[in-house]
């Protein structure tokens, strides 16, 4: 059991062993289901991205797999270990980038990153290291006697995800883990996760913004009132909800109900964008209704945010 754990949490020869596995899980508050039924499963070294508008069920959804919330249907398995039974296992095994900025302010960089590899048992002899290691992949060596209080808001985001590293976890879930940055940061930061994702560390990232999905994970989930609407890569997810096409329509209210109604009736999804209809799978548009809808059309390529739109129903920033 020990040899199979190990081989599920350092992602060698697992052969597509999952490093996380959901079973029909349900999560309630009250009255209110924030998980509905989940299933989810992540392959070990792949980089899950976990879609979801406000509301959708993603932060609960990590907070079961760390055991800060306990399931009140299903199964839950993290690394081999089952959680919340042996959470303390998997907690040691996993790293956990949190969507608040939790750091010591008092401390240096280099302190709060000492703090975690002892808090992480990273073996007394080794821990100097790891905290050199960790300061590095964070681009902050530099800084490493910087108090965490004078650090940027973007060096701040890369200290807290180098504390979720320290001890090298086979598995490292995110949480919204550039929410509130300005662009250059996100981009900064998503270098930062692709590099995780190239070593082979099994990367769960929740967002909300579809670039950050479209650039770094190599599948997504689709999440929507606490359960995943669908799952695939980008490409095919765009594929088979929004085709290769999107035709835009702009103009007053009327003309975009008329193209609405106009798609509709041809059996065509369409979704609106302020002041615009957008017709998707475009490229199925028969010539009649091409004529019809007018010549007005703006053609683009259908995208990640279009089946964001049509599948959950929400606006995204
Ligand atoms: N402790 C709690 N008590 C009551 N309701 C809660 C609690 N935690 C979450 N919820 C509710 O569960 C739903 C799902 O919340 P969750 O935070 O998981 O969503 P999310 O997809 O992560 O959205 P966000 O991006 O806003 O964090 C929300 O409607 C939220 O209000």
């Not at 350092?10 to 079973?23: D, M, P, V």
């Not at 998980?35 to 069920?57: F, K, M, R, T």
């Not at 919340?84 to 907690?91: L, N, T």
Request: with cysteine; aromatic share 2%.
């Amino acid at each position: 059991m020990t040899v199979q754990r190990h081989a599920i949490a350092t992602g060698e020869g697992t052969g597509g062993r999952s490093a996380i596995r959901l079973r029909g899980v349900v999560k309630r508050f009250g009255d209110f289901t924030a998980v509905d039924g989940l299933d989810l499963e992540v392959a070990a070294g792949s980089c899950l991205g976990l879609l979801g508008p406000n509301g959708a069920g993603k932060s609960t959804t990590m907070k079961l797999l760390t055991a800060q919330a306990r399931p009140d249907e299903g199964s839950i398995e993290v690394l081999g270990f089952s959680v919340p039974r042996e959470s303390k296992r998997a907690r040691a095994a996993m790293g956990v980038v949190p969507q608040q900025d939790n750091l010591d302010e008092e401390l240096t960089a280099r302190e709060n990153l000492e703090v975690f590899a002892h808090l992480y048992r990273v073996p007394r002899a080794r821990r100097r290291q790891a905290v050199d290691d960790a300061l590095e992949l964070a681009h902050l060596t530099a800084r490493q006697r910087t108090k965490v209080d004078d650090l940027s808001g973007g060096m701040r985001r890369r200290l807290l995800i180098a504390r979720g590293l320290v001890h090298r976890p086979a598995l490292v879930l995110l949480d919204e883990p550039t929410v509130g940055l300005d662009p250059q940061v996100r981009a900064e930061l998503w270098g930062l996760i692709d590099g995780l994702r190239t070593a082979g560390t099994t990367v769960l990232m929740s967002t909300h913004y579809i670039e950050e999905a479209e650039r770094l994970a190599d599948d997504c989930a689709l999440m929507s009132h606490g359960r995943v609407v669908a799952r695939g890569g980008p490409s095919k997810l765009i594929e088979e909800h929004a085709g290769q096409l999107v035709v835009e329509h702009y103009g007053p209210p009327v003309r975009l109900e008329e193209v609405e109604r106009l798609a509709h009736a041809a059996g065509l999804t369409t979704r609106r964008t302020g002041p615009s209809v957008s017709v998707l799978k475009a490229e199925t548009i028969p010539p009649s209704l091409d004529e019809e809808l007018g010549p007005d059309g703006v053609r683009r390529a259908a995208n990640l945010e279009d089946v964001f739109v049509v599948l959950t129903g929400e606006r995204v920033e």
